[in-house]
C-alpha cells in the first residue's frame, strides 16, 4: 500500500485522528475545512490525512491552523460510494479509507473518521481491527437532539447491519449504556427498546424476546430499562439510550435530518412572507440561530461505530469507546 509520510507531522502529545479525506459526496476541500474547522477549535488533536497527495497538499497549505498540525499519506485510489464492500475488500488496499484504518490498526492514531461508503467502511474496519469479544454485530450509535439534560439521545443501530436478533439488541443495549455512561457522564443510563407501541404484546418475535434478554440483565449492568418506547421518544425524555435493527434505525435518521431541513425552511419562508415579518426575523435572529444550532443534522450526526477492539479517547472532557466515527 502506497502511504508515504509528509515532512509536518503533529506533536507526539497531541491526540491523533486518522481522516479519510477522499471519502464522501463533497469531496476532500469539504474534509480539509472540516479538519481545519476542528483544529482551530481544539489544540490537543493532530491528524493524519490520506488520499492522493496533489491533492491534499494544496488544500492542507492554504489553512493556516492545519500547520504542524497534519500529516498527509499517499493513497492513490478512492473508494466509490456505490462499491460493494466484498469488492473493497479485494482490491482496496491502495484505498484512503484502508489507509486510514491501518493507522488505526497500527496504533499511530485513536480515531478513524470517514464520510465515505458506509458498508465497505463497516466490513474494513471489522476485519482489520476485529470486534471485541463477544460481540455478534457491531453497530453505529448516533446522537439524537433531545430535551434531556445531557442534550442528546443515543439510539443504535443507525445502520451498520439492516438485521438484528434478540442477542444483537440485548448487546445494542450494553453497548449504548456503555456508550452513555463514557460519553455523557450518566451513572445509571434509561435504556429503550423501540417498538410499534409500549405494550408487551406488540411488536415481532425477536423484539418480545429482546425484552425479555434487557430486562434480565438490567440489574447487573446497571442501567434502568424503560421497556418498549415509540419513534415520539427519540427526543424526548423517557430514556437516554434507545435500541432498534440497523433498518429501522437509519429510516428514523434520515426522517429525522429530512424533518430538521424543513422546519428551517419552513421558518424562513414564514419570515420572508412580508416586511413585518422580515422585520420580526430580525429581531428572533438570537433564538432563531440558536434553534438551528440545537437541530441541525450537521452538527450531530456523525456514527460512531460500537464492538470494536481498538479504542478511541476524545481529548475533551468526556472520553467514548468507539473505534471509528463516520461523520
Same mark, same amino acid.
Given at each position: 500500500?502506497?502511504?508515504?509520510?509528509?515532512?509536518?507531522?503533529?506533536?507526539?502529545?497531541?491526540?491523533?485522528?486518522?481522516?479519510?479525506?477522499?471519502?464522501?459526496?463533497?469531496?476532500?476541500?469539504?474534509?480539509?475545512?472540516?479538519?481545519?474547522?476542528?483544529?482551530?477549535?481544539?489544540?490537543?488533536?493532530?491528524?493524519?490525512?490520506?488520499?492522493?497527495?496533489?491533492?491534499?497538499?494544496?488544500?492542507?497549505?492554504?489553512?493556516?491552523?492545519?500547520?504542524? %498540525?497534519?500529516?498527509?499519506?499517499?493513497?492513490?485510489?478512492?473508494?466509490?460510494?456505490?462499491?460493494?464492500?466484498?469488492?473493497?475488500?479485494?482490491?482496496?488496499?491502495?484505498?484512503?479509507?484502508?489507509?486510514?484504518?491501518?493507522?488505526?490498526?497500527?496504533?499511530?492514531?485513536?480515531?478513524?473518521?470517514?464520510?465515505?461508503?458506509?458498508?465497505?467502511?463497516?466490513?474494513?474496519?471489522?476485519?482489520?481491527?476485529?470486534?471485541?469479544?463477544?460481540?455478534?454485530?457491531?453497530?453505529?450509535?448516533?446522537?439524537?437532539?433531545?430535551?434531556?439534560?445531557?442534550?442528546?439521545?443515543?439510539?443504535?443501530?443507525?445502520?451498520?447491519?439492516? %438485521?438484528?436478533?434478540?442477542?444483537?439488541?440485548?448487546?445494542?443495549?450494553?453497548?449504548?449504556?456503555?456508550?452513555? %455512561?463514557?460519553?455523557?457522564?450518566?451513572? +445509571?443510563? +434509561?435504556?429503550?427498546?423501540?417498538?410499534?407501541?409500549?405494550?408487551?404484546?406488540?411488536?415481532?418475535?425477536?423484539?418480545?424476546?429482546?425484552?425479555?434478554?434487557?430486562?434480565?440483565?438490567? +440489574?447487573?449492568?446497571?442501567?434502568?430499562?424503560?421497556?418498549?418506547?415509540?419513534?415520539?421518544?427519540?427526543?424526548?425524555?423517557?430514556?437516554?439510550? =434507545?435500541?432498534?435493527?440497523?433498518?429501522?434505525?437509519? =429510516?428514523?435518521? @434520515?426522517?429525522?435530518?429530512?424533518?430538521?431541513?424543513?422546519?428551517?425552511?419552513?421558518?424562513?419562508?414564514?419570515?420572508?412572507?412580508?416586511?413585518?415579518?422580515?422585520?420580526?426575523?430580525?429581531?428572533?435572529?438570537?433564538?432563531?440561530?440558536?434553534? @438551528?444550532? +440545537?437541530?441541525?443534522?450537521?452538527?450531530?450526526?456523525?456514527?460512531?461505530?460500537?464492538?470494536?477492539?481498538?479504542?478511541?479517547?476524545?481529548?475533551?472532557?468526556?472520553?467514548?469507546?468507539?473505534?471509528?466515527?463516520? %461523520?
Amino acid at each position: 500500500m502506497t502511504a508515504q509520510s509528509d515532512q509536518t507531522e503533529p506533536r507526539a502529545d497531541r491526540t491523533i485522528i486518522s481522516v479519510d479525506a477522499m471519502g464522501g459526496d463533497l469531496g476532500p476541500a469539504t474534509v480539509v475545512a472540516g479538519v481545519a474547522l476542528s483544529a482551530r477549535k481544539n489544540d490537543e488533536i493532530g491528524f493524519i490525512l490520506h488520499g492522493r497527495r496533489d491533492v491534499l497538499a494544496p488544500l492542507v497549505a492554504r489553512r493556516r491552523t492545519l500547520a504542524g %498540525r497534519c500529516e498527509i499519506r499517499d493513497a492513490p485510489e478512492i473508494v466509490a460510494m456505490n462499491e460493494k464492500p466484498s469488492q473493497v475488500m479485494r482490491h482496496g488496499r491502495e484505498t484512503s479509507m484502508w489507509s486510514a484504518l491501518e493507522s488505526v490498526r497500527s496504533g499511530e492514531a485513536r480515531v478513524c473518521v470517514s464520510c465515505g461508503n458506509t458498508g465497505a467502511l463497516m466490513l474494513m474496519s471489522v476485519v482489520r481491527l476485529r470486534k471485541l469479544p463477544g460481540i455478534y454485530r457491531p453497530a453505529i450509535g448516533v446522537l439524537w437532539p433531545s430535551q434531556n439534560p445531557q442534550g442528546f439521545n443515543i439510539m443504535l443501530d443507525g445502520g451498520a447491519d439492516i %438485521r438484528a436478533d434478540a442477542k444483537d439488541l440485548m448487546q445494542y443495549a450494553l453497548m449504548g449504556t456503555s456508550y452513555a %455512561r463514557n460519553g455523557f457522564g450518566l451513572k +445509571r443510563p +434509561r435504556v429503550g427498546l423501540l417498538n410499534v407501541g409500549t405494550e408487551e404484546h406488540k411488536g415481532r418475535a425477536e423484539l418480545k424476546e429482546a425484552y425479555d434478554l434487557i430486562a434480565g440483565n438490567a +440489574r447487573v449492568a446497571d442501567f434502568d430499562f424503560v421497556g418498549f418506547v415509540e419513534g415520539r421518544d427519540l427526543p424526548g425524555t423517557r430514556c437516554d439510550v =434507545i435500541i432498534t435493527d440497523g433498518f429501522t434505525g437509519n =429510516i428514523a435518521l @434520515k426522517t429525522g435530518e429530512g424533518v430538521a431541513r424543513l422546519i428551517s425552511d419552513l421558518l424562513r419562508e414564514a419570515f420572508r412572507h412580508t416586511p413585518l415579518s422580515r422585520i420580526a426575523s430580525l429581531l428572533a435572529l438570537p433564538s432563531l440561530r440558536r434553534l @438551528k444550532k +440545537r437541530i441541525d443534522p450537521r452538527r450531530a450526526n456523525g456514527g460512531v461505530f460500537l464492538g470494536s477492539t481498538a479504542r478511541w479517547s476524545s481529548p475533551t472532557a468526556r472520553p467514548t469507546p468507539p473505534a471509528f466515527r463516520r %461523520r
